[in-house]
């Protein structure tokens, strides 16, 4: 089996590709020339499979090159992770995001309609579509409400994902997946913003963490098992839509509170309220519902946040250490 991943260099693609290679695939990552090359698989040398995925070059929005990757590569699957994929930057860039996160998932969408048509296609969708939440309890039939561009580009590509599944017959499903972490997280997201800066007041590196709202409620799991329901929505016979999540909502107050007590620290003591990383539009509560995912897919989240929080300060205290030697 052969699989391409776009976005395969940032967290999902990376423990994605992992995930694949143990299942025997030759994994195939799509990859985006920029002038920090050399750091580039940083997360895959992470996981300790930098050798084993073969790069190749292109870009989201150069349907010429998807095509031409289709043709070469041949893909039994196709997982499009890759976008622009930071909340607070699609404000300061929301053309960029809408080329990338939107119009680029649907160049993805033609070249497996033009090249690769009995390849099966998976569309990284977000549980930030649903924004300003229409129901308490977010399944696939609530109503979207996107709150930053972000969002909007994220819906576009979502419904245009539907629409080559029903018009094309294309066997493309999306994975609603809320938020997922893990220590390949990428500093500027809040999870590492919080367990990095633990790990840097900890070791006498830094001396208070400032942040946004504390009080805005996510749904966290770890990336490590969202990417198996990834793989598994496209096992199935047919193509579908699924929410992925662990059903249980807490604040980033909370998470604060793990994360530095799990290295003996009280986070009232360290964590001030910037208003500089407020969003423009927040998005108060996500909390998704796994119900479908668990009957059809079989697939529930294993990892519980206390248990990735912990993980994740770990890593971070690891890589802090190993610069001071």
Not at 3 to 28: C, M, N, P, R
Not at 222 to 244: G, I, N
Not at 246 to 273: P, S, W
Request: proline residues 4%; glycine residues 8%; charged residues 25%.
């Amino acid at each position: 089996m052969r699989v391409l991943i776009t976005g395969v260099t940032g967290q999902d693609g990376a423990y994605l590709s992992q995930l694949l290679l143990g299942k025997g695939y030759e994994v195939f990552g799509l990859v985006r020339r920029s002038a920090s090359a050399d750091v580039i698989d940083e997360r895959l040398r992470w996981l300790g499979i930098a050798g084993k995925v073969h790069m190749v070059d292109g870009n989201l929005t150069d349907l010429s090159a998807l095509i031409r990757t289709m043709q070469d590569v041949k893909p039994d699957e196709v997982y499009n992770l890759g976008a622009q994929s930071f909340v607070k930057s699609s404000w300061q860039q929301p053309l960029l995001t809408g080329q990338v996160t939107g119009i680029g998932a649907v160049n993805v969408l033609e070249a497996v309609r033009i090249a690769r048509p009995q390849a099966k296609f998976y569309q990284a969708s977000s549980s930030e579509m649903f924004g300003l939440i229409q129901e308490p309890v977010q399944s696939e039939k609530t109503p979207f409400y996107p709150r930053s561009p972000y969002a909007a580009a994220k819906l576009y590509a979502h419904w245009m994902t539907v629409n080559y599944r029903e018009s094309f017959g294309l066997h493309a499903s999306n994975g609603i997946l809320f938020n997922h972490e893990s220590p390949l997280r990428g500093i500027e997201f809040v999870t590492r913003k919080v367990t990095d800066g633990a790990a840097r007041i900890k070791l006498g590196l830094a001396t208070e963490l400032k942040l946004g709202n504390l009080d805005a409620k996510r749904d966290w799991g770890h990336a490590r098992d969202y990417v198996q329901a990834m793989w598994l929505m496209l096992q199935q016979e047919t193509p579908d839509d699924y929410v992925v999540a662990t059903g249980r909502t807490v604040t980033v107050r909370d998470m604060c509170r793990l994360a530095f007590g799990h290295v003996g620290l009280n986070y009232e003591e360290f964590v001030k309220v910037d208003p500089a990383f407020m969003r423009p539009a927040e998005v108060d509560v996500l909390l998704g519902d796994p119900a479908k995912a668990k009957a059809k897919l079989g697939w529930q989240a294993e990892t519980s946040l206390e248990t990735m929080m912990a993980e994740m300060v770990d890593a971070d205290l690891f890589r802090h250490r190993s610069r001071m030697r």
